[in-house]
């Protein structure tokens, strides 16, 4: 496989960079000495071909899918692309609240509750008000709903990556995978498109060190530069597979 460029899409677990970054921990490894490579870097020095990532740290799938369409223009002008695209967390969802906040799951979730009271996000009075105006059974229905059921819903999202993925085939040289980054209810595809990262092959995601593993003191379970390297080298092995049990 020869690739002219990498493309990565997805939340947190794919631009841990910028998440390290916001967080002052990419100041505290590089102190230490310690280099962190994200696997898009390392799969673009496997591929010797530069890397970009898309997407921000929290992003639920609503907003990681409108980066995949909105940059297809730009996907379709490079003559031979790796696009990886990182599922999120399926019990996770957006709820607009007004015309420029919204809120999510976890969002929703870290809030801490005292009885009907919630303590709040003082730099977010908007999503607050929203939240304040919920009762408790609001919430409590809000939260069994994203546990039990939003995944089944947010399913879908798993077909229309699919037919944006054939659709970029027949327009270009394109070769686009869909990451699965976390455990599901429902059974994952078996696809061309469809990379399992979850629970099958030596670099599942399961069985990888967090930083807080290699870390005790830096509490943060994003993951290591060896766990970024399994990572990829599995994408590289399932892309393989593929390539030859599909075409």
């Known amino acids: 496989m020869k690739y002219s460029h990498i493309i990565c899409i997805g939340d947190s677990m794919t631009n841990e960079r910028e998440h390290y970054e916001y967080d002052g921990i990419l100041d505290k490894l590089n102190d230490r000495g310690y280099v962190f490579k994200s696997y898009p870097q390392v799969l673009g020095e496997f591929f010797d071909c530069p890397y970009e990532t898309f997407g921000k740290p929290g992003m639920t799938m609503t907003f990681t899918m409108m980066e995949l369409i909105k940059n297809i223009d730009y996907i379709l002008s490079l003559p031979n692309p790796l696009v990886i695209y990182q599922f999120g967390v399926f019990f996770n969802s957006t709820i607009k609240v007004d015309d420029s906040h919204s809120i999510s799951w976890k969002e929703l979730g870290l809030h801490e509750v005292k009885g009907d009271a919630v303590v709040i996000d003082a730099m977010n009075p908007e999503q607050n008000k929203f939240i304040q105006s919920l009762s408790s ?82 509490n943060d379970y994003h993951k290591t530069t060896k766990a970024n390297e399994n990572l990829a080298n599995e994408i590289i092995r399932q892309i393989e597979i593929n390539k030859n049990k599909f075409v």
């Open 137 to 218: 059974i609001d919430k409590l229905s809000m939260m069994t709903w994203y546990e039990k059921f939003e995944e089944f819903r947010n399913y879908w999202y798993v077909d229309e990556f699919i037919t944006i993925s054939k659709l970029l085939n027949r327009m270009g040289s394109v070769d686009i995978f869909g990451m699965f980054f976390s455990s599901v209810k429902f059974k994952i595809p078996t696809e061309y498109h469809i990379l399992n990262m979850w629970d099958i092959g030596p670099g599942s995601i399961k069985n990888m060190e967090p930083l807080h593993g290699l870390f005790p003191d830096i």
